[in-house]
């Protein structure tokens, strides 16, 4: 039997009942709205047929006894439901009816989850099955209600305010792998449809619940063929919309912190699908504010699955330094976004190859002008000039550490192209990031004086705090630019020493001062590393401060 065909039969009807039932939802029990001849009735009788009529719309709250019935219901329409389909398999007319009926009930659980302190009932007698088995029921709608219900019951804020009641219903749904049976009912909708389109949207809604919820569920809901289903998405060739933009952001939630999963992405050739994805927005700025969004969502997963070294591998095999290349040449939205992407790609000594390659596709001569003149805002558009700056400052630095030979002089050359200007340039930085760490250090010293004023101890977590909110306010980024100078004195030309020391001489500067920013930075650095190279990194900063 089609569905189609029972979806053309039902067209003058609807199995919904949409009209009978958009303003009478949230109760057990509903009741269709009256309509009556007011020209006909007097001013008292009309406010006496209102009060009447909002009498009975009022529900009871939902108890037990009424929970019990309404499940009782419930089972029996899916039984029928079942037992008409089977009957009268080529006669959709004969089985439209328990249709209808299996949907209403349906429709009417949502009341359940405005009491979620009664979930535990739906476990226990097993309804959670009955309504998992009905996203495989041969009508659409019936799925798509299912989802629409279940979307309800897990919603955020009924998960935070009722962590204890609602666990039992959680459990059930990660036991029963329900992201696998979302995926599979996802797999058979039409997104052309209106409906089914929300039914995906509301999947999709299931499982940013569950991941709230559950952090620790993101990879074995991915192993139940989410991301698989997620690539797809982005891949398929439909118009931007709502679905796309929340399916890019489900991805980049998986991505986050997981390595597993970046690892899976890049097995599933997902930094290919990335790579296409944003090579759209190269040349044309995203058309509205959503579409901006899921772009941003876009880069955001290439720079988690970038924190894995195979998938820089692959990254540099696809051309991704191309693409990221041509897009700072370009003045569109995703130029900011490209230069987050290649900061991943190239820091650390995993991407030495990618530092490489970097210079081989002449990048310095799309990096520079953008560390020469940071690009201004479009109206609260993309990067903030502190970001920009921090990703240039620390994609020079990366190639600083990692290339050798030719390339390294090539790098080094640049600071004494133009006079000097890209050390003017670096010394303007310096300065401008040495007042915004001092304005907060002033702040954190007024701080600490009035907690030994009050006799607190400060100890080693609010000492951490206050280094955090220094590299928050500046002090990265003008490690980054001392490394940067410190780097380019110790290999460069003499010159630009000799060009660093007569800026600081003009503007009363201290090498003790950056002295002091880079054995801190030294005592700092590498914390989630291994040990080794740790200790060699620190060596290396340390030889350089000794040098300066």
Not at 63 to 75: H, N, P, R
Not at 465 to 492: H, K, P, T, W
């Amino acid at each position: 039997m089609e569905i189609k065909e029972l979806l053309s039969f039902k067209s003058s009807k609807g199995v919904k009942r949409e009209a009978e039932d958009a303003d009478n939802n949230d109760g057990p029990l509903r009741t269709k709205q009256k309509s009556y001849g007011n020209d006909q009735l007097t001013d008292l009788e009309k406010s006496s047929l209102l009060q009447l009529d909002a009498e009975e719309q009022e529900v009871l709250p939902l108890d037990q006894s009424q929970l019990k019935k309404m499940l009782l219901t419930f089972e029996k329409r899916v039984v029928k439901n079942q037992e008409m389909r089977i009957k009268f398999q080529d006669k959709p007319e004969k089985f439209l009816d328990s249709e209808m009926d299996l949907n209403d009930i349906i429709e009417e659980l949502h009341v359940v989850a405005t009491t979620p302190e009664l979930y535990h009932i739906l476990v226990e007698l097993n309804s959670v099955q009955s309504l998992l088995g009905l996203l495989s029921h041969e009508n659409t709608d019936i799925s798509v209600a299912v989802v629409s219900l279940l979307q309800e019951l897990t919603d955020t804020d009924t998960l935070t305010e009722n962590e204890e009641d609602v666990e039992v219903l959680i459990d059930l749904l990660i036991k029963e792998q329900v992201v696998g049976m979302l995926v599979q009912n996802m797999e058979r909708l039409d997104e052309t449809v209106s409906e089914e389109a929300d039914g995906v949207y509301n999947t999709l809604a299931i499982v940013e619940n569950l991941i709230d919820f559950r952090p620790e569920f993101c990879v074995e809901a991915a192993q139940q063929g989410l991301m698989q289903w997620l690539l797809r998405r982005l891949k398929a060739k439909m118009p931007f919309d709502g679905n796309k933009l929340y399916g890019s952001e489900i991805l980049s939630i998986l991505l986050q912190n997981n390595d597993d999963l970046r690892r899976t992405l890049g097995e599933l050739d997902g930094i290919d699908v990335l790579l296409q994805q944003v090579n759209v927005y190269k040349k044309h700025d995203p058309g509205t504010a959503e579409e901006l969004e899921m772009m941003e969502n876009l880069f955001d997963c290439l720079c988690s699955s970038l924190m894995l070294q195979p998938n820089r591998e692959r990254f540099l095999k696809g051309e991704g330094l191309q693409l990221m290349n041509l897009m700072l040449r370009e003045r569109k939205l995703s130029r900011g976004s490209a230069l987050k992407v290649l900061d991943h790609a190239m820091t650390g000594a995993e991407g030495a190859d990618n530092c490489n390659k970097f210079i081989d596709i002449l990048g310095l001569r799309t990096v520079f002008p953008l560390f020469m003149k940071t690009p201004r805002g479009q109206k609260k558009k993309g990067p903030s000039e502190e970001e920009h700056e921090e990703h240039v400052c620390s994609v020079i630095t990366s190639l600083l550490k990692n290339v050798t030979s030719t390339q390294r002089l090539r790098l080094l050359a640049k600071f004494t192209e133009n006079d000097h200007a890209k050390v003017d340039r670096l010394m303007e930085l310096h300065f401008k990031y040495l007042d915004k760490v001092r304005i907060v250090d002033n702040k954190i010293e007024g701080e600490r004086q009035r907690l030994k004023a009050d006799g607190s101890e400060i100890d080693e977590s609010m000492e951490n705090n206050f280094y955090l909110r220094r590299l928050d306010s500046g002090l990265f980024i003008l490690q980054l630019i001392d490394y940067v100078m410190m780097e380019i004195c110790a290999s460069g030309a003499p010159s630009i020493k000799q060009r660093v020391l007569q800026i600081l001489s003009l503007r009363g500067g201290s090498i003790k001062t950056i002295r002091n920013i880079m054995r801190e930075y030294a005592g700092n650095v590498g914390d989630d590393k291994e040990p080794e190279v740790r200790e060699v990194e620190q060596k290396r900063l340390l030889q350089l401060v000794d040098k300066f």
